[in-house]
């Protein structure tokens, strides 16, 4: 089978999954084309115009336009930028209450809501924030977004969805509900998920990188995909800008967070202990609650972490026994007037006061 027929070939099958899923036939004359290669006058012609169609774009074929996310024009309605279409969805659900780690029209946070649109039109999206603001392209500035770009504030650690006039479509916090508000300070970061093939096939690769670790080839004729050098020169490369931001908001030692994320999961986001502590920063789903953060969110659980060693270090007066009361908890260290007897504890203190300033 030739280069354009196997392309042909794909697509029809993506067309017939479609169909299938709206309750319809694809019809005999798509399906044809999936194995003639005489018909290329009008129809996809390349591996580039191919990722067109997943990544949310449109491609003639005969007399019809077939929409990436949404199959034939039409069937769903669905047309405009990828994030349009993203925005388009998410905002159905205005109203759903916020719920931590939630993922459904049940209940979202904030990435959830962005990652469940996204499944909506066709695209993959990764499940936290951190993740999030790494996809599409960067955004000079809220003066340039556009709608459905996704804006990223707070350090990471909260993203939302732009819906033009300095204002964002978001699942903001326990106790509400997902609502658009206003932008309420300089995005950490603003990113398009765009329409060209080589920008979204690129895009949903580096969310995929940054999941699974993998690495492929971009849906393009002749260009490789290459994972990102931060990715793979050091495990703390994702999170390094937001342990900084985390320190220096919080009156840390420079190196500190990075040195506690490396002790506590060795950077594994998706880490989880026998105990029940969770992800990055190890937060117990009590203290987290207590922290107001979702612990499975990294840049969240930066900030948690900050927050809650600031504290520490200010009751304590010092940083081996905040960090004696991040591991044991601050009861123990007032029980003991100092770093427990605990091995566990008093090798913890020990391995990220060594660590401090050189965490990787």
Excluded at 227 to 233: K, M, V
Aim: proline content about 5%; hydrophobic content about 40%.
């Amino acid at each position: 089978m030739s280069g354009i027929a196997e392309v042909q070939a794909r697509i029809a099958d993506i067309e017939s999954r479609i169909a299938a899923f709206n309750g319809t036939r694809a019809s005999t004359a798509l399906q044809a084309t999936a194995t003639t290669s005489a018909t290329s006058a009008s129809s996809v012609s390349s591996a580039t115009q191919f990722a067109d169609v997943l990544a949310g774009g449109t491609v003639t074929r005969g007399t019809r336009t077939v929409n990436a996310a949404w199959g034939a024009t039409g069937a769903a309605g669905a047309s405009g930028t990828t994030g349009e279409q993203l925005l388009a969805v998410a905002k159905k659900h205005t109203g759903v209450p916020y719920v931590w780690g939630g993922t459904t029209p049940a209940g979202f946070d904030c990435s959830g809501l962005i990652q469940y649109a996204g499944k909506q039109i066709g695209i993959s999206l990764p499940r936290t924030a951190a993740q999030q603001a790494k996809v599409g392209t960067e955004v000079p500035s809220l003066a340039q977004a556009k709608p459905g770009d996704l804006v990223v504030l707070e350090g990471g650690s909260h993203i939302g969805i732009y819906v033009g006039d300095g204002k964002m479509l978001h699942a903001p916090k326990t106790g509400d509900v997902v609502k658009i508000s206003k932008v309420w300070e300089t995005p950490m970061t603003i990113r398009r998920l765009g329409t060209t093939a080589a920008t979204t096939a690129a895009a949903g690769l580096a969310a995929a990188a940054l999941v699974t670790g993998t690495t492929g080839a971009a849906a393009t004729d002749s260009t490789a995909y290459v994972r990102p050098a931060s990715l793979t020169t050091s495990k703390s490369a994702p999170y390094d800008a937001a342990f900084t931001a985390a320190e220096g908001r919080y009156g840390l030692p420079t190196g500190l967070l990075s040195a506690v994320a490396k002790q506590e999961s060795g950077y594994d986001p998706d880490a989880m202990s026998p105990a029940g502590a969770i992800g990055l920063m190890q937060f117990m789903p009590g203290t987290a609650r207590d922290v107001g953060i979702d612990p499975r969110d990294p840049m969240q659980a930066i900030d948690g972490a900050g927050k809650l060693l600031a504290s520490h270090l200010k009751t304590f007066g010092s940083l081996e026994k905040a960090l004696a009361a991040y591991n044991a908890g601050p009861g123990n260290v007032r029980k003991y007037g100092g770093i427990p007897p605990f091995n566990e504890t008093q090798n913890y203190v020990k391995k990220i006061m060594a660590n401090l300033g050189s965490a990787a």
